[in-house]
């Protein structure tokens, strides 16, 4: 069965403060492991896919990266609109994407 | 917004009774997943359906159902309702199968309430 593990599970960190956020599987046949970010009560909204171990993908102030057992959420100088949950899925094949219980970031100005 | 379309946002209803979710995909999407979301357990996969076909189960209960109709729109019906059930409910749909890209593009959800 897919496993998947965010730490931490909180994060508090000070307007340009950057940092990073794990997420550790166990999947049987990765095709592939995609962020998320989810403001409260909305929806989730995709941020990346990465396929392979040593992938990297950027998108403003954030870069997620990949090897055999984790991957990483950097966040470079955030600002307090990037205060949000964000949602670790590794996936093992085509019908399924296993969420993670996500790590719930603060940024205080 | 992501183009996905889900009523009722609220209910609130009694144990023991029947609700019907529904789900408006994007257009042109033909896969319609659905999800729990709960406090203490993050999002739960529950059933997947492409173009009417269901594909995937996950950890959804006998007392849960679901189907996605000819003009692909999906309904998630749960019965004989506990206090446990009540969560946010959300549908997501992409183009093709979530595994090949992970981009799924998730509606607003429906907040149950189960009293």
């Known amino acids: 069965e897919d496993q998947v593990t965010q730490s931490p599970e909180a994060l508090r960190l000070q307007e340009g403060e950057s940092s990073s956020l794990n997420c550790s599987y166990t999947?049987?046949?990765?095709?592939?492991l995609f962020w998320y970010r989810q403001d409260p009560g909305k929806g989730p909204e995709f941020l990346f896919t990465l396929y392979s171990a040593g992938e990297e993908k950027e998108k403003e102030r954030l870069k997620a990266t990949l090897t055999k057992k984790e991957s990483f959420l950097h966040i470079t100088a955030p600002k307090p609109e990037y205060s949000a949950t964000y949602l670790c899925?590794?996936?093992?094949?085509?019908?399924?994407?296993?969420f993670g219980i996500g790590t719930k970031l603060q940024v205080i100005p | 917004d992501s183009g996905v379309t889900q009523t009722p946002k609220h209910l609130i209803t009694a144990t023991g009774q029947r609700v019907t979710l529904r789900c408006s995909p994007r257009s042109g999407d033909l896969s319609v997943y659905w999800y729990q979301q709960s406090l203490d357990q993050g999002l739960q996969f529950l059933i997947q359906y492409y173009n009417g076909e269901e594909r995937a189960k996950g950890n959804i209960l006998e007392r849960f159902s679901a189907q996605q109709f000819p003009d692909l729109h999906s309904e998630l019906n749960l019965s004989s309702l506990e206090l446990g059930d009540s969560a946010l409910y959300f549908c997501?749909?992409?183009?093709?199968?979530?595994?090949?890209?992970?981009?799924?593009?998730f509606g607003e959800g429906s907040r149950l309430t189960v009293l």
């Open positions: 999947v049987s046949g990765l095709r592939g």
């Open positions: 899925a590794p996936s093992g094949g085509y019908q399924k994407v296993t």
């Open positions: 997501a749909s992409s183009f093709r199968l979530a595994g090949a890209t992970g981009e799924l593009f």
